[in-house]
């Protein structure tokens, strides 16, 4: 079976000129890291995984280092992947001093005692895990702190939902047939301290089941939470429908249930895709006809 994947770097306002060299490249590296796991006979999950590790570490993305920040200053990480073929999963929220979010919820997933660990807990795991850990303020860049310092300045403490994109995510489909799908993110400037969004949320954030599709979801949370919306997108492609069109029929639910914006990426079992939004624009590399195709 020929292997599938897309990666994608959020849904939110158009990235401005100055950064879309930059969020390029970052979205290409991930495209190849995870690529050349499944071209190798790698899994989808591990495919996932790398290429999401790949842009928490790109700081010109809103997930891992370059995070957006709290209210109070501070950075807090959210991140979820599920694995579409033994339907386990791992999550977290709100953690704030772990680089790469997506391998504390592998590590969650692949002890299987639970599948959501937030905050103290959480990083207490990753410790007895021997996941790296690093200083909370390690993952703010000058970028992220002048952001907020404008807002704290400007508009008071308000949540800023559809600002600038950067959350993280992607899904693949492997040579073996298993789908899978991740997502990473700090979530929105300006959230309180202790907010949890959709990218942690199994079903509204991520989803995978292989039979049916994967999907990676971006945008206003608290929307994406109340539509369950990437539960809803794999269902909608049930019986080998369209995955664009399932996406857009997500997204008219989620517009007539909540007013929000978002963006998704899907994958279904036969590695047809489809990357839909309705915000201004949404950063994303995938295959097209055998050529890389790169949109920031
Ligand atoms: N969905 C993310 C959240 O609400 C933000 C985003 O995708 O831009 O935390």
Same mark, same amino acid.
């Given at each position: 079976m020929t292997p599938a994947l897309i990666v994608h770097g959020g849904a939110g306002a158009t990235t401005p000129p100055a950064l879309q060299t930059e969020r390029r490249s970052g979205l290409t590296a991930a495209f190849e890291v995870g690529w050349n796991i499944l071209v190798q006979g790698g899994t989808a999950l591990d495919a996932v995984v790398q290429a999401t590790v790949t842009l928490e570490d790109h700081? +010109?993305?809103?997930? !891992? +280092?370059g995070s957006c920040l709290t209210e109070d200053g501070t950075v807090e990480v959210d991140a979820s992947l599920m694995d579409g073929s033994t339907f386990q999963a791992g999550a977290v929220g709100?953690?704030? @001093?772990?680089? @790469?979010a997506i391998q504390l919820a592998r590590a969650i997933m692949t002890d299987g005692r639970h599948v959501f660990l937030v905050g103290d807990g959480a990083e207490r795991f990753a410790r007895e895990h021997g996941l790296p850990q690093v200083a909370?303020?390690? +993952?703010?860049?000058k970028r992220q702190y002048q952001r907020w310092q404008t807002l704290r300045l400007g508009s008071g403490q308000a949540q800023q939902t559809t600002g600038e994109p950067g959350t993280v995510g992607a899904v693949a489909l492997d040579s073996s047939g298993r789908l899978a799908a991740a997502t990473s993110t700090g979530g929105? =400037? !300006?959230? =309180?301290? !202790?907010r949890v969004g959709d990218s942690a949320v199994i079903g509204a954030g991520t989803y995978a089941d292989s039979t049916i599709g994967a999907c990676s979801v971006t945008g206003d949370g608290e929307h994406i939470i109340r539509a369950t919306l990437a539960r809803t997108a794999v269902e909608l492609? =049930? !019986?080998?429908?369209?995955p664009v069109q399932a996406a857009h029929t997500a997204l008219a639910h989620l517009t007539r249930q909540t007013e929000g914006e978002a963006g998704l990426i899907l994958l279904d079992p036969f590695g047809r895709s489809g990357v839909v939004y309705n915000t201004e624009s949404m950063g994303a590399a995938f295959r097209s006809e055998g050529r890389l195709v790169v949109r920031v």
């Amino acid at each position: 079976m020929t292997p599938a994947l897309i990666v994608h770097g959020g849904a939110g306002a158009t990235t401005p000129p100055a950064l879309q060299t930059e969020r390029r490249s970052g979205l290409t590296a991930a495209f190849e890291v995870g690529w050349n796991i499944l071209v190798q006979g790698g899994t989808a999950l591990d495919a996932v995984v790398q290429a999401t590790v790949t842009l928490e570490d790109h700081p +010109l993305f809103n997930a !891992g +280092l370059g995070s957006c920040l709290t209210e109070d200053g501070t950075v807090e990480v959210d991140a979820s992947l599920m694995d579409g073929s033994t339907f386990q999963a791992g999550a977290v929220g709100a953690v704030r @001093n772990i680089k @790469n979010a997506i391998q504390l919820a592998r590590a969650i997933m692949t002890d299987g005692r639970h599948v959501f660990l937030v905050g103290d807990g959480a990083e207490r795991f990753a410790r007895e895990h021997g996941l790296p850990q690093v200083a909370a303020d390690e +993952l703010i860049t000058k970028r992220q702190y002048q952001r907020w310092q404008t807002l704290r300045l400007g508009s008071g403490q308000a949540q800023q939902t559809t600002g600038e994109p950067g959350t993280v995510g992607a899904v693949a489909l492997d040579s073996s047939g298993r789908l899978a799908a991740a997502t990473s993110t700090g979530g929105v =400037r !300006g959230k =309180r301290s !202790g907010r949890v969004g959709d990218s942690a949320v199994i079903g509204a954030g991520t989803y995978a089941d292989s039979t049916i599709g994967a999907c990676s979801v971006t945008g206003d949370g608290e929307h994406i939470i109340r539509a369950t919306l990437a539960r809803t997108a794999v269902e909608l492609m =049930r !019986g080998g429908k369209d995955p664009v069109q399932a996406a857009h029929t997500a997204l008219a639910h989620l517009t007539r249930q909540t007013e929000g914006e978002a963006g998704l990426i899907l994958l279904d079992p036969f590695g047809r895709s489809g990357v839909v939004y309705n915000t201004e624009s949404m950063g994303a590399a995938f295959r097209s006809e055998g050529r890389l195709v790169v949109r920031v």
